[in-house]
């Protein structure tokens, strides 16, 4: 039986016993059949509801173990056998203390299935976005077919609208695509020819095709889902304190009960019910069951939380080493920077350096003209026909544009030609940035310069100030010269730079960082997987490969660097929420035992086992509101954006 019927089936035989602890002082109205009507009801509930607390108990016991269980099973089996030995020798009985209880025990357990629930619809919800059928070119026509007859390097279509069905390239069309359900990015994405698409998104307005790369588990939505499920069920190290506690605490509670019995019964000269009563309720009032809830709460809402702003945390243990991270070290390549040379300066007439140069890398498929290309195109340039084309191995190109000959290269393909005093200037000031410069010209004459770089991403900057805000110390670890690092490290405000350093030797470089504190490494690529491995906290990037991925303990989906302030942010504060949930819990337990164990009689103040049942269930639901507030939690950059 769920734990949700046991409440019920304990609530509804529980509740005329409570109907008369409230009228019989007031109008004298007691339960028709008096003590039997109550041994029946309570029965009921034992059987029923309580039981599983007895078995399980008994299963810790002879495993040499206490749980909250304990605690449950002796207070409720100690007032329902002592009444029934009450009732058979004419003394005062309390069935409603056992049944009571129970109902208000199950009462916070009901909230805790609630919130498990309610983590597991929010994975539910996530395997719900994915498609359920697809548009795909089969037999050179399109045919609608169930998804799970998709496969790798199938072609599919997605109209305005409709849902992509699995992680793909476009190859022809192009679009704006919401992608907010899987990167928690919230305006749409412009999307082209060569352009990745994610399953579940929803395509815009335009009309794309694209080939299948992902499908099935593969696909960045199953494996979103498969971490968040495995997050949610994990244990936070903490944990293993709070079992270390439980496992001390019940049989020290024990003795203290049995030692209240002994005070009130021996010494002060009470009645055995009364003695009785004063020691189920330390039993009671000390059951631990807001301490169990305290970490898997926190967890389930913060990893919830997380995977929907594109922040995917994969376990306990990351949260709890993100709180003593000292230094966070990036990769360069692909995290600080797009991973990509582009355009940055164009030195002399745009149009005609640029129109010039394209011309002559048309046919090259070298990083430094597909940079060149691709800014040419994003300036909408015409791109004129070439002839006598010849490639000069370890300079550049030459060839005739327009009956002249230009030439594209280095310097030393420039040797020959005039270059002006103001382009020899820049030259040196761009080479300063670490930036590649290639020499533009037309029959022996320099007409400009172009300068390219795989530049740092626009948010780089403001991610590292962010970090900086925080009191961490930043770090580049990477294989590029030190000139170009130090440039780039200058550009975005990294601390220190460690470069030449080999794909191999990053994991040594990080363990050595580790002697004056914990890292956190940022990394995206295949030679990043050990350093991510190695480091406390490994911070994946979400374009990155997939064995980096699974390297890293937290994986940023929407590949944006602020993202890595987010999730040291958000994992701070649900360790933070746990430790305070754990104090909580157990200041409530300690604080509750003394005024359950009668000390405060001589003022009034006593605590009865229904109301220190009460108490606990009105525990564990302050413990379970304090993790759902977690969603309510702010998390800002403590940077101010450059």
């Known amino acids: 039986m769920s734990i949700t019927s046991r409440f019920w089936v304990s609530l509804i035989f529980s509740l005329p016993m409570v109907l008369e602890m409230v009228f019989h002082p007031l109008f004298g109205w007691m339960l028709p059949g008096g003590q039997w009507t109550m041994l029946i009801l309570t029965s009921i509930v034992m059987l029923i509801s309580a039981v599983p607390f007895w078995q399980s108990a008994w299963a810790s016991f002879t495993k040499h173990h206490a749980n909250m269980d304990t605690l449950v099973a002796i207070g409720t089996a100690t007032a329902y056998f002592y009444s029934m030995y009450a009732m058979a020798t004419g003394r005062e009985v309390f069935f409603e203390s056992a049944a009571v209880v129970t109902t208000f ?243 002399g007439d745009r149009a005609t350096v640029l129109a010039t140069a394209a011309a002559l890398e048309a046919t090259s498929e070298h990083p430094l003209a597909t940079a060149v290309l691709a800014q040419a195109k994003a300036d909408d340039l015409k791109v004129s026909e070439v002839s006598d084309f010849k490639a000069v191995e370890g300079k550049g190109v030459t060839a005739l544009v327009g009956g002249k000959r230009a030439f594209v290269g280095n310097d030393k393909l420039a040797a020959d030609s005039v270059l002006p005093d103001e382009l020899q200037a820049q030259v040196a000031d761009l080479q300063d940035q670490a930036k590649t410069v290639v020499y533009v010209g037309v029959e022996n004459q320099v007409i400009g310069l172009i300068a390219i770089q795989d530049a740092p991403k626009p948010s780089s900057k403001s991610a590292i100030a962010a970090l900086h805000a925080r009191g961490l110390k930043t770090v580049m670890l990477t294989g590029d010269n030190v000139r170009v690092a130090q440039a780039i490290a200058k550009q975005v405000g990294i601390d220190e730079v460690i470069a030449d350093v080999l794909p191999g030797d990053k994991a040594d470089h990080v363990q050595a960082l580790q002697k004056d504190g914990a890292v956190a490494f940022v990394g995206d690529g295949i030679n990043d997987a050990p350093a991510l491995t190695v480091a406390d906290v490994g911070i994946a990037m979400g374009s990155g490969t997939d064995i980096a991925i699974e390297s890293g303990g937290i994986v940023l989906v929407k590949n944006d660097l602020m993202d890595v302030d987010r999730a040291l942010a958000l994992s701070k504060k649900t360790f933070n929420r746990i430790k305070l949930n754990l104090f909580w819990a157990f200041v409530y337990n300690v604080l509750g035992i003394p005024v359950a164990a009668g000390l405060f009689y001589a003022i009034g103040l006593t605590l009865s086992p229904e109301f220190a049942g009460l108490a606990m269930a009105l525990s564990s639901l302050s413990v379970v509101t304090s993790s759902v507030l977690l969603n309510r939690v702010k998390i800002e950059s403590k940077a101010v954006t450059a």
């Open 105 to 347: 025990v199950l009462l916070g357990q009901v909230f805790e299935e609630r919130m498990r629930n309610n983590a597991s619809n929010a994975v539910a919800k996530l395997v719900d976005l994915q498609a359920k059928d697809a548009e795909v070119m089969r037999d050179n026509q399109w045919v609608r077919l169930p998804l799970s007859e998709v496969v790798v390097g199938d072609q599919l279509r997605a109209r305005p609208g409709e849902k992509i069905a699995v992680d793909g390239v476009i190859v022809d069309g192009q679009s704006t695509i919401d992608e907010s359900m899987v990167t928690g990015e919230s305006m749409p994405v412009e999307k082209k020819v060569g352009d990745s698409v994610i399953g579940a998104t929803i395509n815009g307005t335009g009309t794309v095709t694209y080939t299948a790369k992902k499908v099935g588990d593969d696909t960045m939505l199953a494996q979103i889902v498969d971490m968040v499920k495995k997050a949610q069920n994990s244990h936070a190290p903490i944990q293993k304190l709070t079992d270390k506690v439980s496992d001390i605490f019940v049989p020290v509670v024990l003795i203290i009960a049995i030692l209240t019995f002994m005070v009130w019964y021996v010494i002060v000269g009470a009645s055995v019910a009364n003695s009785l009563i004063f020691a189920v309720s330390v039993v009671v009032i000390a059951c631990p069951c807001a301490l169990g809830l305290a970490t898997p709460t926190a967890l389930m809402v913060g990893t919830g939380r997380s995977a929907k702003m594109g922040i995917l945390i994969k376990n306990g243990e990351v949260l709890e080493a993100v709180n003593d991270v000292k230094t966070v070290v990036f990769d360069k390549t692909g995290t600080i920077t797009n991973g990509k040379p582009i355009v940055t300066d164009v030195i």
